[in-house]
T-cell receptor, first 111, second 114 residues
Framework: RKEVEQDPGPFNVPEGATVAFNCTYS??????FFWYRQDCRKEPKLLMS???SGNEDGRFTAQLNRASQYISLLIRDSKLSDSATYLC????????????FGKGTKLSVKP | DAGVIQSPRHEVTEMGQEVTLRCKPI?????LFWYRQTMMRGLELLIY????????DSGMPEDRFSAKMPNASFSTLKIQPSEPRDSAVYFC????????????FGPGTRLTVL
């Protein structure tokens, strides 16, 4: 069974806080991983891909732990504009495969 | 650059009516995905195509749902007959060659079946 699990939240944090999300997946053969951001009543948009060695983009850091089958997203110095739902996505089915999405973690950053 | 285009953006219909959702993927993308999103079930993959060929339709809820991709620039998702439980946001997404590429989503069609 294809499963991608996330804590639904909501995470309510003050501005400037550091917040971390985890996402677990069931298929050990998965090879590509992503974090998407979805604003209210909008479509999901790619936030960042997750590479085996971990990667950073400004205040955002993504990491992959293959042994434990989870990916993480760390947001430092959170801004009001970071408020959104964060979806993790995991590839299934190889090169012609598709993404399976978690249900998302809702983040609310307060002044 | 035009992204993924979906129409209509909103659809309100009565139970039993046929609904057709349309999608134009990004030019040059060879994979197209149809998703449904609800609060309860999140973002669910319904069906996806590679090079206009359906690869996996295991997510299609039942025979009332059908999808076609007659050419590389157009796809439809049809529900006949529609039911209130079909109310959801339906997203179309496209992707270039390869699983490491980003999926780009259209703005979605918000469907309400009364």
């Amino acid at each position: 069974r294809k499963e991608v699990e996330q804590d639904p939240g909501p995470f309510n944090v003050p501005e400037g806080a550091t917040v971390a999300f985890n996402c677990t997946y069931s298929n050990s053969a998965s090879q590509s991983f992503f974090w998407y951001r979805q604003d209210c009543r909008k479509e999901p948009k790619l936030l960042m891909s997750v590479y085996s060695s971990g990667n950073e983009d400004g205040r955002f850091t993504a990491q992959l732990n293959r042994a434990s089958q989870y990916i993480s997203l760390l947001i430092r110095d959170s801004k009001l504009s970071d408020s959104a739902t964060y979806l993790c996505a995991v590839n299934y089915g190889g090169s012609q495969g598709n993404l399976i999405f978690g249900k998302g973690t809702k983040l609310s950053v307060k002044p | 650059d035009a992204g993924v285009i979906q129409s209509p953006r909103h659809e309100v219909t009565e139970m039993g009516q046929e609904v057709t959702l349309r999608c134009k993927p990004i030019s040059g993308h060879n994979s197209l995905f149809w998703y449904r999103q609800t609060m309860m079930r999140g973002l669910e993959l319904l069906i996806y195509f590679n090079n206009n060929v359906p690869i996996d339709d295991s997510g299609m809820p039942e025979d009332r749902f059908s999808a076609k991709m007659p050419n590389a620039s157009f796809s439809t998702l049809k529900i006949q007959p529609s039911e209130p439980r079909d109310s959801a946001v339906y997203f179309c997404a496209s992707r270039g060659q390869g699983m490491f590429n980003e999926q780009f989503f259209g703005p979605g069609t918000r469907l309400t079946v009364l």
